[in-house]
Structures are given as C-alpha cells and as structure tokens.
C-alpha cells in the first residue's frame, strides 16, 4: 500500500485471520482497504506509532510458530520481525503464548515501544521492536499468585504511557487489576480502590479485579475503565475509583474509548451479562458520556436495532482525531460501524471480515 496522504484517517484492524488498513479522507464519506496482512494469522493488535506517523506495529500469533511483534516502515509492503521474539527469560517458569498489546512510548524516548503479553507480563524495547526484555517489576510483582485467568486468559490488554508525568505508567491486567509505577517500571501499585469484583467471595479486594480496558482521560491523573463489574473514573491516577454506570443498561462491556481533546466524552457498548455477551435486548448501540460519566446518552441511529446479537472486544473500539471526532468498533462477526460526528450517526464501514480484535484509529 502506497503511503496515504497527509490528513487522511487510517484505521489499522486486528482479526483472527490477520490485519487490514483501512484509509479514507478528512471527510471519511469512503474507504480503500488494503490487506490481509499476516493471513491466517491470528493479530491481536496493529497500531501506527505517533512518534513518526509512519511506523506500524502488529502482534502476530499462529499455534504452529508462536508469537511475535512485526513492524513496518512502508505501510505492509515488507515487514520485520523481532530478533529473538518476546520472550520470559529462562528460569522464570513463564512462557509467552501471544503479544495481546503494543504501545509506542514517549515523542522523548525514541525506540521505546512497550508490549503486553499473555501469561500477564509487560516488555520493553529499546531499539524500535527489534529486541524486547521484560519489566520485572510487574512481571515479578508480590502479589503474582492472585492473578487468575479471565475468559481470554491472563493478559496484560492495556498499556498506558501517561503524558504529564515522564515516569508514570499504568498497565490493565485480566484478571488483576489496575497496577502503576511512578518510577519507570522498577516499582508498581496496585490502583484498584473502590473497583468491584463480584466474582471473588472477598468483592473489594487489592488485587484480582478484572479490567476489561483501561484508558488515559487526557487531563492530568484522570482515568477511565471497563471493567467485568462496572464501568469507572478515577480522578487521582488510580488512587481510588469512582463507578460511573448508572444510567447504562448493563455494568458489563468491553471496550471503552476517550475523545481526544475533551476528558470529560468518553464511549462504552455494554453487553448485556457477562453471562450473555450480547448487545442487549439484540438492540446495538454505543452509549456516550460528556460529563465524565454523570450521565449517558444512547447513540443507535444507523446501528442494527433487531436481532444484533453481536460482541464488541476490548481492543475493537477507537476515536480519530478529526475537528468532528470519528468513533470506530468492531464485532466478533466481523462488522465495522463508524460514526463521523462523535456517535451522533453510525454507518457500516465493512462487513464479512473475520472476528475483529483491534481497532486503532489515527490522522497521518
């Protein structure tokens, strides 16, 4: 694919059997596509670098070769793969099965990308993705032996690089909960006060709660969280947690999303029960929030309203950064919808792909 022009919008899909680009104008009115990438090949996440609008990521996994993170230079004419993979070291007990997340670091630390790996476990590295070392720190955390699995496994889904503070970080982990560092990775608190866990006899514990995803609330130590029990804002870097989800028909969901220049607009799609993971009532529709959560709005219009039984990922929702916002999700039978004026209007962008497992949208 020939590099897209400047001003055009990308989205970078992750399925089951391998990664497509989708690009389109500053209007988004249609859309070229160009994959799969990697075919046959399950990608959990595929992610521009912002560093340098040209840089791509993509976590690649097959049960016959393993795991890996490739990157490419020229937008999927050729990729590369790692030097040695992403791997625990030797001795550790752990074994990475699949790369579930990956997050370019700071403008100021260029060559630092960050993945997150299922056993939960975070890498680093410092050479553009070529090698990777673990953060020991999480990955030897005290409180390990809590950790359970959830439905997708144990995993490390979301990475957050904090932009006001050069050495916070957070990390969501399933199911674990919220944990940060101050320090650049060597030390981690768990930031789970207040969050639920309904599953444990113990409903409010330190650590075991199952974030589904986290995400960054632009203005300094604000956060937002889907999680198995609720959706949450916190306001004090993850001190404590407020719950945010009365007025949405259901405390379950998966993704969440936080518009770019407005903290207080985020986007959830509540399932019905993490019994029933469909939308409700088969009725799809994203829910929005300007007021941090105070308060929902349902936003179906163009959404299937009948017969949607469909399931949103963690990982399969994202915002642009046009002046009219663009909201982006995915489902597990393989639709896109996309709305350009920040959920107002939902339109179908593609259909018949395989299971989606990321969306990452972005202006180049």
Not at 37 to 50: A, E, M, R, T
Not at 158 to 166: A, F, N, R, T, Y
Request: glycine letters at 12%; proline letters at 6%; one cysteine or more.
């Amino acid at each position: 694919m020939a590099r897209p022009k400047k001003g055009s919008v990308v989205v970078l899909v992750g399925t089951r059997k391998g990664a497509f680009v989708f690009r389109s104008d500053a209007r988004r009115k249609s859309w070229a596509v160009d994959g799969p990438h990697f075919l046959g090949c399950v990608v959990h996440n595929c992610v521009l670098d912002p560093r340098d609008n040209e840089t791509v990521f993509a976590s690649t996994y097959t049960e016959w070769f393993g795991a890996d993170v490739r990157r490419t230079r020229n937008w999927g004419r050729t990729w590369q793969k790692t030097r040695g993979g992403v791997r625990y070291e030797r001795g550790s007990g752990l074994s990475v099965k699949c790369v579930w997340s990956i997050q370019p670091g700071r403008a100021t630390e260029p060559g630092v990308v960050y993945a997150g790996v299922d056993p939960a476990g975070l890498f680093r590295s410092e050479d553009g993705g070529i090698t990777w070392a673990e953060v020991k720190g999480i990955n030897r955390h005290a409180t390990r032996k809590q950790w359970a699995p959830g439905a997708g496994g144990l995993i490390v889904h979301s990475i957050l690089v904090d932009p006001h503070q050069s050495r916070r970080m957070y990390v969501g982990i399933s199911a674990a909960g919220t944990f940060r560092t101050d320090d650049g990775g060597r030390a981690w608190k768990p930031c789970n006060k207040n969050v639920r866990a309904d599953f444990q006899p113990n409903k409010f514990p330190r650590v075991g709660q199952c974030v589904h995803r986290l995400a960054l609330g632009g203005a300094p130590n604000l956060l937002y969280q889907q999680n198995h029990c609720g959706v949450y804002r916190s306001d004090n870097a993850g001190e404590d947690w407020v719950d945010i989800s009365r007025g949405l028909p259901s405390r379950f969901g998966f993704p969440i999303a936080v518009h770019p220049r407005d903290p207080r607009t985020v986007w959830v799609v509540p399932m019905k029960s993490a019994q029933y993971r469909f939308a409700p009532g088969g009725v799809l529709a994203a829910y929005r929030s300007t007021n941090a959560g105070r308060t929902w709005q349902k936003q179906g219009t163009g959404l299937p309203a009948r017969n949607a039984y469909v399931t949103i990922l963690r990982q399969a929702m994202s915002v642009d950064a046009c002046d009219s916002v663009g909201v982006y999700f995915g489902t597990e039978s393989g639709q896109i919808f996309y709305s350009r004026n920040e959920g107002r209007e939902w339109h179908l962008m593609a259909d018949s792909l395989p299971p989606v497992l990321s969306i990452s949208a972005a202006v180049v």
